[in-house]
Structure formats: C-alpha cells, structure tokens
C-alpha cells in the first residue's frame, strides 16, 4: 500500500529500476539552480542528453562529406528512416512493414485520409470524440468540405453522457450501430488528450469494422505512453507525434501506421512522391511511379535527418528500457499520484481521468473548481510545471523515465499549501 510520505517516496526511487534513467536528461531550473518539478511530458518531453551528440554527428557528417553524406556518412541518410522503424515499431506493438517516421501529425493524418476516407454520397460521415484535439477536429471538417459535403451534417461527436465526463464504448457502438450506413470512417483519439482517458482500440476497430467503416487512431498523447499493440487491434491506420513522451524535441517528425492488410495494395487511392517510389529505382528518374509496400508507400519526401537523428537518440533508450518496464512503472507512480491527491481535503479539484489503471496513462486531469486557473499560476511559481486547458483543467503527466516519487511527493505537498 501507499504511503503519504516523504521516506516512503524515497524509499520507492531507491527501488526504482528505471531511476538512473532520469541522469540522463537535462532537467530544467529555475535561476537559482533548483530543479523545476516537471509534469509537461505530455505536452512537450524532456531532452535526452544524447540527443546533442547524435545531431552534431550528423552535423559532422554534412561538413566533412557534403552531399556524399547521403551514402558515405556514418549513418547514411538515404536510408536513415529505416534505422528508427524497429524500434518505434516496437513502441506501438506494429510489425516494421507498417510503421514509418515522417512528416508531422496533421499532415499524416490528412495523407493517411486520402487513402482510407472514400466517402460516397450516402456513406460519407465522420466520427470524432466530441473532445478531440482540436487538429483533428480541424482535419475532418476540411476533408468533409473538400469532397463537398456539410462539415455540421457529415461530423458525428461520439460524447460523454450528461454529468460525466469520461467516454462510454457502448455509446460508440450505438452510434455505429444506428448510422453505420452512413459513416465512412472513425477517427478517434486512442488516449484522449483533455481526460487522459485510454480508450479501447481492439473494440473501436471491431465495432467500426463490423459496419464497414474505416478506423483511424490519433496516437498522439498514446506513443510512449501506452501499449496500443495496434497490429494486433486491427484499425486500419493511426498517426502520433514523438515530441510529447517520445522526447524527441519541439515540432519533431510523427509516426504513421498502416495495417498489414493494406501494406501490398497499390490500388489505394495516395498522393505520391518520389520517396514513397520503389527505392531501387528512385534515382533512376524516369520510371514510371511504383509505389513501396507498407507504411513506407505513404512518404513523400526525403525527410528531415536531424530532425531523425534526435528521435533516434530517443528512441534508442527506449530500446534499452522497453514498454513493458515503463508501463509498469508509470502504473505505480500515477497511481502514487492519484493516491496523494485524493489524500487533500479539499472541495476545489477532482481527478476526471479514470481510476483504472488499464484505462489511462501516465496524464492525470485535475478539475478545478469554478475554473480557477490562478491554482495553475501559483503553481508555476513554485517550480512545478503543468498544464491548463480549458476550461477548467489541470493536466499533469509524471513520466516513468524522468520524473520519481519524490517529485510527486513534493508537487502535492506545494498544492496542500496552495489550497
């Protein structure tokens, strides 16, 4: 059992077997030196502090071998987006022949629907969780204006029930079950990004499935975070950023995932390029377009290698770590979390993430009463970095590779003393 202590908070980093890993992160300070208590890693994740050593090499590389670098650097670039395929493969439970590391979240998503949302003219709608990301949101309304239909008439929010805040499967399933003739495809947010609730991706690609709708995962506060064996669970395809848990710098590539059932099928409707063309005969110039199986058919462009070289040293640890440890870890630690807070007598927050440990990730979301986000403002000079949505929460993400118990510990201790 958990303890409301600060020996037993140490006692737990002590025990830890992933402690050292957070030595290998610049933690931020505040100007006197103090190291601030942050819980923002599912906005923007920490730097690992290889990731400098692994873009100058690259840096290197450009300087001594120019453009020759592409085959002769120490990592060659032509095919450096291979070097990370394994490894993020790994991260989200895919086979490497579905997952490839390109572009950025929105726009895979947008490359992705190209391919996987053919409305007809009576199946055409789309469903969201009516608190998507606001991306997303965006993304559907303008793929359901491009073809020409109504964005209020073609948009279904799949929503909480009157007075909850936390989605229910089997609402999904009604709306599926009484419009499936109408919708072309589901797109929904595997962990959603306001609640932090962890939705069950296997089911909405059964239910989805079952009256021949497309399914699409946004992964984006997922990757890293969660296990979503997205092989396994059969959606269609999925997108996900790397700069949030994946740690992977500001504004860095994304993730897309297409299943194997659609890797060898050169039919489906994509745009094209010349890095999604058979990589034989890329240089050639003058082949006509023969597109590349799997994921990687949905490239575009030569991407962006310094950019990669920081999620490969990301990604690099997360190899040596695994999912499996930092699942098990983050259970304990939100669930240390979630135990402290709930130890506050107060009236003014109430934790509107699931309780279940098989339901969320690492991200809890803190109501404030009457939408008080001077709570937020006095935390953030106390060192302790969170984050506010509205309209009245706070969300905090203890990630299992940096943050410790102790950090916990001491961020509820300051928000005793602030309420």
Not at 315 to 333: N, P, Q, W
Not at 388 to 394: A, K, L, Q, T
């Amino acid at each position: 059992m958990y303890k409301p202590t600060l020996d037993y908070a140490q006692q737990q980093d002590k025990e830890d077997k992933l402690a050292h890993l957070r030595a290998q992160f610049h933690i931020p300070k505040d100007a006197k030196g103090n190291d601030w208590l942050y819980f923002t890693g599912n906005s923007l994740g920490l730097q690992p502090k290889q990731t400098q050593q692994y873009i100058q090499q690259e840096l290197d590389d450009w300087a001594k071998y120019g453009v020759e670098g592409h085959f002769e650097a120490r990592n060659p670039w032509m095919p450096y987006h291979e070097f990370l395929t394994n490894s993020m493969a790994k991260i989200v439970g895919a086979k490497p022949i579905e997952v490839v590391v390109m572009n950025t979240l929105t726009t895979n998503l947008h490359l992705l629907m190209v391919s996987f949302y053919q409305p007809s003219k009576t199946k055409y709608k789309i469903v969201i969780e009516s608190d998507a990301f606001p991306s997303d949101r965006y993304a559907v309304q303008s793929q359901l204006k491009f073809h020409g239909f109504d964005t209020e008439e073609g948009l279904i929010e799949w929503k909480p029930r009157e007075g909850e805040e936390l989605l229910r499967i089997e609402d999904l399933e009604k709306i599926v079950d009484e419009q499936g003739d109408e919708i072309a495809l589901l797109l929904i947010g595997g962990v959603n990004y306001y609640t932090g609730q962890y939705l069950d991706i296997k089911r909405i690609a059964e239910i989805g499935h079952a009256k021949n709708c497309m399914v699409g995962i946004d992964l984006a506060h997922g990757a890293g975070n969660i296990s979503p064996e997205l092989h396994d669970s059969g959606v269609d395809f999925a997108a996900w950023c790397t700069y949030k848990y994946l740690n992977s710098g500001p504004g860095s590539l994304a993730g897309l995932f297409v299943h194997e059932k659609h890797a060898h099928n050169k039919e489906l409707p994509r745009f094209a390029g010349w890095w999604n063309h058979n990589k034989e005969t890329r240089f050639n110039m003058r082949q006509p377009f023969d597109v590349m199986p799997g994921a990687e058919g949905w490239q575009l462009s030569n991407p962006p290698i310094l950019s990669m070289a920081a999620i490969r040293a990301s990604l690099d640890m997360f190899e040596e770590v695994g999912m499996e440890a930092l699942r098990a870890k983050s259970e304990k630690l939100t669930g240390y979390f979630e135990y402290l807070i709930n130890q506050i007598d107060t009236d003014r927050i109430k934790i509107i993430t699931p309780s279940n440990p098989k339901e969320r990730g690492c991200q809890l979301s803190i109501q404030v009463k009457n939408a008080d986000k001077s709570l937020h403002k006095k935390l953030t000079e106390n060192n302790i970095i969170t984050d506010w949505r509205e309209p009245d929460v706070i969300r905090c993400a203890p990630v299992p590779m940096y943050n410790s118990f102790e950090d916990v510990y001491r961020m509820v201790e300051i928000l005793k003393t602030l309420l």
